[in-house]
């Protein structure tokens, strides 16, 4: 399916970008939104959400656009580098649910890449219009999916990647 050279592409651009946005996302941690962005990911109802983004009004809005700018391009490379290792293991090895559920996590580091655009654009309508009901629980079920799908696949890798010497090549 793929070799460890562009897996280790897509690891090192997601590595870069979360530092990256972590860097530049402190400008966005406030007493209201002690986790910064994750904080408004998280924000359930529209006035939680509106007062994390009347927090970030003393803050240039700029660093809300920078960080959604930098969170695009995080995108693909985590969702990537997800999907070629959960793919790698999957394809290496002996057919079975453990297999096929590789290949499951794959395709769910794709639509955890779809949910986490979605979360973004609900964001970014959020904080630049206005917080509604809609916009704060759209927002909140993207990231709770896309994370779910994220930790899934990261567990599958690691599980993987830990029982490697005991499993059978094909």
């Known amino acids: 399916m793929t070799n460890w050279k562009i897996i280790g592409f897509f690891f090192a651009g997601t ?3 979360l530092l990256l946005l972590q860097l530049q996302g402190r400008q966005l941690i406030t007493p209201l ?6 904080s408004l990911e998280f924000s359930h109802n529209a006035l939680h959400t509106q007062s994390i983004v009347n927090a ?8 809300f656009r920078v960080n959604m700018l930098l969170d695009f391009l995080l995108i693909p490379f985590y969702g990537l580098f997800l999907y070629s290792t959960c793919g790698y293991f999957a ?10 559920l590789g290949v499951l996590l794959a395709f769910g580091s794709l639509l955890a890449m779809v ?3 979605i979360e973004n654009i609900a964001m970014s309508f959020s904080v ?3 917080a509604t009901a809609f ?3 759209v927002t909140t079920t993207m990231a709770a999916m896309k994370f779910l799908l994220i930790g899934l696949a990261l567990i599958y890798i690691i599980l993987s990647a830990a029982f490697l ?3 059978k090549k094909k």
């Open 15 to 17: 590595v870069f970008f």
């Open 33 to 38: 939104s002690p986790s910064g962005i994750l």
């Open 56 to 63: 970030w009004e003393a803050a240039p809005r700029s660093t």
């Open 91 to 100: 394809v290496h090895y002996q057919p079975g649910w453990a297999q096929r």
């Open 115 to 117: 949910f986490d655009v």
């Open 128 to 130: 630049h219009f206005s």
């Open 135 to 137: 916009t704060s629980a």
């Open 165 to 167: 010497p005991f499993r």
